[in-house]
């Protein structure tokens, strides 16, 4: 990037604050009605709108009942399927339009229409009968990028069957973990997939696990072409097999009660242990439905991309559950962003010419990292763009604004939670004006607080940070943690209700994240409770710091760590890594040092600006921030199990003892 042109976002970053939606983008737009929020505010009614959306096979008798929390109950007596909301309701009107589009990491594609997709889904869920998949067994699906993942996703939503979801990149442990945590007999798995041109041979994570399960699942394995690629064990199930016998077979998709679960999700990790999430079907399948309408304004014509992996949340709800309710195409890819070249994204981008592009800030940092040159030669328009995971630094959103939206997207920048199902806070795109760094207003319905640590509200618009609290139920939120309600109070409620109360008003579900309320009403995000520091007695933000380090032209990303300090309670350690071609100079040091005192103030000046050459992250994308924090003060690093790569801490303390 040229300094002229950082001079350009600069200026904007301080010029303009708010950005106002295109007005084509408004005029077109599902919700652009502020009346909507009124609706939601008849509490628990308003969410009716979103079930509305969805084919119910009953109706439901109550909206809500609280009688019991934080054990809420949505759309009580409602019955519904799932697989039919995503796939037969639509066969009237468009079972020829593409579903799912998928591309292959070497470029191979499948168009699935709503007929080709009933088709398969429908023989899945016959061959997982077959199997001996009964309704209420939890399959556990251990699947990469490729169809397979989302039609065997519906087809046991078609049968009843819950799934659980393990994100391809986990080991055999930890799918032995999730296995057995789920009292799961079936896992489904595959030969293998393609990663960076070669063959990976996936199937050997559930060799491997196969010691470590408690029980003794049955195990059914796709192939990733006609042939099998690998040795598979003559304890395993082809599924190619089953399906064999099952040809043209139609499945009557099970009346679920809206209560009952759709599916298990693992939490990422970032803290701790993960947390299995359980999901009710009616509830969860309204909100990721509505808000994949009103937040992610998709509409059926549409060509849809959520750049995410199927095995997080953001992955169910808004490239499987929520766009294909809505009848619209989901794309779908294999591979990475960076192979076989840089331009990937946007080769694929203009290939099936997306319209709505959803990614993540650490993947904005990423193209940001490789620069705008990448995006050269690639002609595509997106209406839309929303990102999820992480604040997002405003410098990075202006990148994303300018060089991926050509200044003529609308962007949302989407907060929320494995635990939530969909979007909590997020401007609704035709509505708010757009502000850099900032998740903007709650989502239709949903009434969060910023809390003191007495769990006092802090009054409404005044900035001051908090812990982020939602004192209201919403559909889309967790039924309990699988297996373990005791978790479920602890992680979430016990802080700030009264649990001893039987009156939902006294119950506050607390979201683990540092927040303020500005005083346009807009949410800040700034990080985890734990990234919050306080030196000095200043209360101080990851999300602040490394923004202000991120305004350093050739930085690519920052993260920043508490190290203990005798005389200050707490100093930042900067850890930094620069832009492609930079060179780590203590010029650059002096400059970042410098960005942060003239940013935020010389109180929160870096005690250290460590260059690395990889920060450590989750298989998400988030930064591990408290690894870093053990690396600074010198202690024995904390849970590594869901660090995508997991040598990363120590080459850190390598690099830094090499210094
Ligand atoms: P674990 O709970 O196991 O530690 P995790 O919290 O990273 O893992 P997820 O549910 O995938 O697992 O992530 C939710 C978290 O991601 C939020 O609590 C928040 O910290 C962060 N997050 C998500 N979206 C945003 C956003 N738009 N702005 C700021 N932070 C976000
Ligand atoms: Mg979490």
Redesign the pocket.
């Known amino acids: 990037m040229s300094n002229e042109q950082d001079l350009t976002i600069e200026s904007k970053l301080a010029e303009q604050e708010y950005f106002e939606p295109p007005t084509e983008f408004v005029g077109q737009a599902n919700m652009a009605d502020p009346a909507v929020y009124d609706r939601f505010d008849e509490f628990p009614e308003g969410f009716e709108e979103y079930a509305e959306m969805l084919d119910w096979d009953e109706h439901w008798d109550e909206v809500l009942d609280d009688s019991n929390p934080p054990f809420y109950e949505w759309f009580v007596g409602g019955k519904l399927n799932a697989s039919h909301n995503c796939i037969d309701r639509h066969l009237d009107e468009r079972k020829n339009q593409t579903a799912l589009l998928w591309e292959g990491e070497g470029g191979e594609q499948r168009n699935i229409s709503y007929q080709d997709l009933y088709r398969e889904v429908n023989e899945m869920a016959a061959a997982l009968r077959s199997a001996g998949v009964e309704e209420d067994d939890i399959v556990t699906i251990h699947l990469p990028m490729v169809p397979a993942l989302p039609i065997t996703m519906l087809a046991c939503a078609r049968i009843g069957a819950p799934h659980s979801v393990v994100f391809a990149g986990y080991s055999a442990g930890a799918l032995a973990e999730r296995v057995n945590t789920a009292d799961s007999e079936h896992v489904v798995t595959i030969d293998g997939y393609y990663r960076r041109g070669d063959f990976l041979e996936h199937i050997e994570k559930t060799d491997e696990a196969t010691d470590e399960f408690d029980g003794d699942p049955d195990v059914l394995a796709w192939t990733r072409h006609d042939e099998p690629q690998t040795d598979i064990s003559d304890d395993y199930t082809l599924v190619s097999e089953l399906l064999a016998d099952h040809r043209g077979e139609r499945v009557e998709p099970v009346s679920r009660d809206a209560e009952d679960p759709l599916f298990l999700m693992y939490?990422?990790?970032?803290?701790?242990v993960?947390?299995g999430c359980q999901h009710r079907t009616g509830g969860y399948l309204a909100y990721a439905t509505g808000t994949a309408n009103y937040v992610e304004d998709i509409k059926p014509g549409d060509t849809y991309w959520c750049m995410a992996d199927i095995g997080?949340?953001t992955g169910h709800s808004y490239i499987v559950y929520g766009p294909l309710s809505l009848g619209t195409t989901s794309v779908m890819y294999e591979g990475t962003p960076d192979y076989p070249h840089k331009g990937r994204t946007w080769e694929i981008a203009e290939k099936y010419d997306v319209d709505i592009f959803h990614t993540s800030p650490t993947a904005v940092r990423q193209f940001m990292k490789w620069g705008k040159e990448e995006l050269e030669g690639y002609d595509f328009d997106f209406r839309h763009m929303t990102?999820?995971?992480?604040?997002?630094q405003p410098e990075a959103w202006l990148w994303y604004y300018e060089h991926i939206g050509d200044e003529s997207a609308a962007i949302v920048?989407?907060?929320?939670?494995?635990?939530n199902g969909g979007h909590l806070i997020t401007n609704l795109p035709a509505i708010h004006d757009m502000k850099p760094g900032s998740?903007g207003r709650p989502a239709p319905g949903i009434e969060p607080a910023i809390l003191d640590d007495r769990g006092d509200e802090i009054e409404a618009g005044t900035a001051q940070a908090g812990n982020l609290a939602i004192t209201r139920p919403w559909p889309g939120m967790l039924q309990t943690v699988y297996g373990n309600d005791e978790r479920f109070i602890e992680e979430y409620w016990e802080r700030f209700s009264d649990t001893d109360s039987g009156d939902s008003a006294d119950w506050v579900y607390e979201?683990?994240?540092a927040a303020m309320q500005e005083a346009d009403g807009y949410y800040r995000?700034l990080?985890?409770l734990d990234d919050v520091m306080n030196v000095a007695g200043h209360r101080l933000g990851t999300m602040e710091l490394e923004s202000a380090v991120a305004e350093v032209e050739d930085v690519a990303e920052a993260a920043v760590a508490a190290r203990d300090d005798t005389e200050k309670g707490e100093v930042p350690d900067v850890y930094v890594t620069v832009r492609e071609g930079v060179e780590e100079t203590e010029e650059l040091r002096g400059r970042i040092v410098e960005s942060v005192e003239e940013g935020i103030g010389k109180f929160a000046r870096p005690s250290n600006v460590l260059f690395v050459d990889e920060l450590p992250k989750?298989r998400?994308g988030?930064i591990m921030r408290r690894l870093l924090e053990d690396i600074s003060n010198d202690e024995e690093l904390g849970n590594t199990s869901t660090l995508a790569d997991p040598s990363v801490p120590e080459t850190i303390r390598d690099q830094l003892q090499a210094d």
């Open positions: 939490t990422s990790g970032t803290t701790g993960p947390k997080w949340i990102t999820v995971g992480e604040p997002i920048d989407t907060w929320w939670q494995t635990e998740a979201a683990g994240d995000v990080g985890r989750t998400s988030k």
